[in-house]
């Protein structure tokens, strides 16, 4: 007994280091898993609360390019209004949406802090639970896609970035139908899509915009630009490389997308897959 | 004594916070991601219980992980230098003693050793930060070039600021 006592105290650094060490990599498991947890709500609470302070001061150095991204959107909404729009006086006419129902509901946040060069990125937002803020709604900005809430707490919430590993958007360019974009840990600035059929006609600077597919975002909304495109021999797929029209490094507001209308989809495609 | 702890605990709090407000937002075409807080455990003094040291590079690297999401990954590669610390010591300046019992600088043994050694420390840290961080061989040379680039701005990064804070006299 007296010779186990005496050989951990002899090696009691190396087994705290051995222990430290499990007790890491457990955290990097469960952070790289999607799923909530209470840990994650905790640590969210704490450094959202500083990173807001911190976001604070730091924005006033933004206003200007806050202020030219908000008068850009303002002008797309007025483009929507009715006095926008040049209504003739026949007697029939087709009426593309008017009190249509509505899908998707937005909910305005600020980006209290956000990481670009990791492999996988997450921004933190200043709404939470108290605002009615779930998770795996989607996340845009005026100029594009930004990601997918994650974890929910009290009054912040974690998004997974477009700039992550797993993140995959249901998209569409030109022709083609669903395809999936992915991004994968080089640049900030482009994301790629690797199942595009070579006989979809393909040109750069083609838009590509979100699917009606996966109720994440409201469809139709432009998420970059074709920036170049290849075929490799013997395959029969195109690897397109897409400029995002997100500038995700300077993100300042978002919008939460509340899918009205998704639980909905989703019961049915269960459904479907139960059969 | 008391002073000391004060310094180290000035030390601690400094360094997260510029870590987290500052250099998390330094990026360069997501090559280079500076990382400056290895410098605490770097110049803990030498008398430091090697249990405080790895306790302390767990609370460090954990504290700006949250952040970032990747607290398992920051503990771990902080521990793991806090860890091998004395045997490296131990190798590049064998017989230094550490008579007055304060933080490790650039007079205590010369600067040539101390650059070698905040290279190599900061070279395996962010060899193990970057690749479990990948955690595939899919990327391989990048990865490798992103700790090859990195571990030069954090090296440079963490001696010039000891050389402008090195206190000649103490």
Same mark, same amino acid.
């Given at each position: 007994?007296?010779?186990?006592?005496?050989?951990?105290? #002899?090696?009691?650094?190396?087994?705290?280091?051995?222990?430290?060490?499990?007790? #890491?990599?457990?955290?990097?498991?469960?952070?790289?898993?999607?799923?909530?947890? #209470?840990?994650?709500? #905790?640590?969210?609470n704490l450094t959202g609360n500083v990173m807001k302070t911190y976001a604070g001061v730091q924005s006033y150095f933004h206003l200007k390019a806050i202020n030219d991204s908000l008068a850009h959107e303002n002008a797309r909404l007025r483009e929507h209004q009715l006095d926008a729009y040049?209504?003739?006086?026949?007697?029939?006419?087709?009426?593309?949406?008017?009190l249509g129902r509505p899908a998707f509901k937005y909910i305005s946040a600020k980006v209290v802090s956000n990481t670009t060069t990791a492999l996988n990125n997450y921004i933190l937002l200043d709404k939470g639970k108290a605002d009615g803020i779930q998770s795996n709604w989607g996340v845009i900005c005026p100029n594009g896609v930004v990601g997918v809430v994650k974890d929910v707490s009290e009054h912040f919430c974690s998004v997974i970035s477009l700039l992550h590993n797993k993140s995959k958007v249901s998209v569409r360019v030109a022709k083609s139908n669903f395809v999936s974009m992915t991004w994968k840990g080089y640049n900030a600035s482009y994301a790629q899509i690797e199942d595009i059929a070579k006989h979809v006609p393909l040109k750069k600077g083609d838009t590509v915009y979100t699917s009606s597919e996966t109720w994440f975002y409201p469809p139709n909304l432009m998420v970059g630009t074709v920036d170049k495109f290849e075929l490799t021999e013997g395959s029969n797929f195109y690897f397109v490389k897409v400029k995002l029209s997100t500038d995700f490094s300077n993100l300042n507001f978002v919008y939460v997308v509340n899918p009205l209308l998704r639980n909905e989809v989703d019961s049915l495609q269960s459904k479907m897959k139960d059969e | 004594m008391n002073n000391l702890i004060v310094r180290l605990v000035l030390r601690f709090i400094g360094y997260l916070l510029l870590q987290v407000l500052v250099l998390?937002?330094?990026?360069?075409?997501?090559?280079?991601?500076?990382?400056?807080?290895?410098?605490?455990?770097?110049? /803990?003094?030498?008398?430091?219980?090697?249990?405080?040291?790895?306790?302390?590079?767990?609370?460090?690297?954990?504290?700006?992980?949250?952040?970032?999401?990747?607290?398992?990954?920051?503990?771990?590669? /902080?521990?793991f230098i806090a860890f091998i610390r004395p045997t490296i010591i131990a190798v590049l300046f064998p017989g230094v003693n550490d008579e007055d019992n304060s933080e490790l600088n650039l007079g205590k043994f010369g600067p040539v050793n101390f650059i070698m050694y905040v290279l190599l420390m900061v070279f395996i840290h962010h060899f193990i930060f970057f690749s479990v961080q990948v955690w595939s061989f899919s990327l391989f040379f990048y990865t490798l070039l992103k700790i090859l680039i990195s571990s030069i701005i954090s090296s440079l990064l963490i001696l010039l600021a000891e050389y402008l804070f090195w206190n000649k006299k103490g």
């Open positions: 007994m007296r010779n186990l006592f005496s050989f951990i105290t #002899a090696y009691f650094s190396f087994f705290l280091f051995v222990f430290l060490e499990l007790l #890491a990599g457990s955290l990097i498991v469960q952070e790289s898993s999607f799923h909530q947890s #209470a840990y994650n709500n #905790a640590a969210i040049q209504f003739s006086s026949d007697s029939t006419k087709l009426v593309l949406d008017s | 998390n937002n330094v990026e360069l075409n997501g090559l280079m991601n500076p990382y400056f807080y290895p410098l605490f455990i770097l110049v /803990l003094p030498l008398r430091t219980p090697q249990w405080l040291t790895l306790c302390l590079a767990f609370a460090m690297g954990y504290l700006v992980g949250i952040f970032t999401g990747t607290a398992g990954l920051h503990a771990a590669a /902080l521990v």
